[in-house]
């Protein structure tokens, strides 16, 4: 909670994902943590970055990864830069 705490107070809407396999996000017959290939996970991200941008009007966005996200966001940045998508 206190990274979300410090993104508003400084005038920051902010938005959480549970990547899938791990948190809030684990359905019951998955097993967790399990990944052969982390653009597995790009498509959450493309999803959560086109609601934030489209639909809720925001030019910007700052992408902050924890643990594995830590790993994710970057891959998924740098490949979404290449192709122009996003800044």
């Known amino acids: 909670m206190h990274v979300a705490e410090f993104f508003t107070?400084?005038?920051y809407d902010f938005y959480a994902l549970d990547l899938?396999?791990?948190g809030r996000s684990l359905l019951l017959h998955q097993?967790?943590?399990v990944c052969l290939e982390l653009?597995?996970?790009f498509p959450e991200l493309d999803a959560a970055h086109q609601r934030i941008t489209e639909r809720?009007?925001?030019q910007q966005?700052?992408?902050v990864g924890h643990s594995t996200g830590g790993l994710i966001a970057p891959l998924w940045a740098h490949?979404?830069?290449r192709q122009g998508l996003g800044r």
């Open 20 to 22: 899938r396999k791990y």
């Open 79 to 81: 490949e979404r830069h």
């Open 9 to 11: 107070e400084l005038g």
């Open 56 to 58: 809720d009007g925001h």
């Open 39 to 41: 653009r597995e996970h």
């Open 61 to 63: 966005v700052v992408v």
């Open 31 to 33: 097993t967790p943590h």
